[in-house]
């Protein structure tokens, strides 16, 4: 293991990843919800998503949820947003940090926001303009990166040329989503090496569902590619609204229970992450996917 790196960063997107793809819950639950997260150690966290209440009901609440939240300095919080005015209203709330997506496949980007992959690539160079005016970072996520549940394999060439058009308009980072979990890791170092290739000096974060069971896997391939940077969602909570089929991120407990037997340092704490999925899973009333949160670590022993 001696060719991964020594740290990796952690972004915590379960508060609005996750949530967004469960029934509504009340803000008071997010917040407290965004809280704990605060205490595991994670330096990271998407908290909210600005989105038309009538497109995704679940972040209808985002001010009143971001008003309530105490951040922490220690701590990066960030905003998605679908759009210009999304964007907006994000700067307006005083986030340092933004995500804006845009999908590989011009299908899935159609259902996404009603608009072509091209049209949402202008709209995304004006928003990284505002921003930058504000000093506040933006970084593109190219969904849809490994694959489109309607039309199947995205080409390689046309991921990186997305990816491309965002960094030559300004993008402060990107992040490849494997929105459908169609990634493999072979699939991972053809995209993560292609990419790097064009653009090397372009920060890369990965953010891996685990619909078909690979996300674990995936995160190890990027790993011994020196990708340092990944999405994780508490409990495996998570989807795609316009994913039909689309199930849980990789969720953050078992992400950091494997780096960790690796020798890969995070800065979270894993019984305390453990903790906060235990509470995610009493917020959302389901049995959340994560099995560290069902077994416990593999240092966890039962009296004998």
Not at 73 to 94: Q, T
Not at 102 to 124: F, G
Not at 125 to 145: G, K, L, M, Y
Not at 156 to 174: C, E, F, I, M, T
Request: hydrophobic share 40%.
């Amino acid at each position: 293991m001696s060719d991964v790196p020594a740290r990796i960063s952690v972004r915590e997107v379960g508060p609005r990843d996750g949530l967004q793809n469960e029934d509504p819950v009340p803000a008071a639950a997010k917040i407290a919800l965004i809280g704990s997260l605060a205490r595991t150690g994670v330096r990271r966290i998407e908290a909210v998503s600005f989105v038309r209440p009538e497109a995704i009901p679940q972040m209808a609440d985002a001010d009143e949820v971001w008003a309530g939240v105490q951040p922490d300095p220690a701590i990066r919080y960030s905003a998605l947003a679908p759009n210009l005015r999304g964007a907006r209203r994000a700067l307006d709330a005083g986030f340092t940090e933004i995500e804006v997506v845009v999908s590989a496949s011009d299908t899935h980007n159609r259902k996404n926001v009603n608009r072509s992959t091209e049209e949402s690539l202008d709209d995304i160079a004006r928003i990284i303009d505002e921003a930058h005016q504000r000093d506040v970072a933006c970084q593109v996520i190219v969904s849809t990166a490994w694959g489109c549940p309607y039309e199947g394999d995205v080409p390689v060439s046309r991921v990186v040329a997305v990816a491309g058009r965002a960094v030559a308009d300004g993008a402060d980072s990107v992040s490849f989503g494997d929105t459908t979990g169609m990634a493999t890791p072979r699939r991972v170092a053809e995209l993560v090496g292609a990419f790097r290739s064009a653009h090397p000096d372009v920060p890369l974060n990965l953010h891996f569902h685990n619909t078909r069971g690979t996300g674990l896997a995936n995160v190890l391939a990027a790993l011994e590619l020196g990708v340092d940077d990944f999405d994780a969602s508490v409990g495996g909570l998570g989807g795609c609204p316009y994913a039909p089929g689309a199930t849980g991120n990789i969720a953050t407990e078992e992400l950091v229970h494997m780096v960790a037997d690796m020798g890969v340092s995070t800065g979270v704490d894993l019984d305390a992450m453990i903790g906060a999925a235990a509470e995610a899973e009493r917020i959302v009333g389901r049995t959340l996917p994560s099995q560290v949160l069902r077994a416990g670590p593999r240092t966890r022993t039962i009296p004998g």
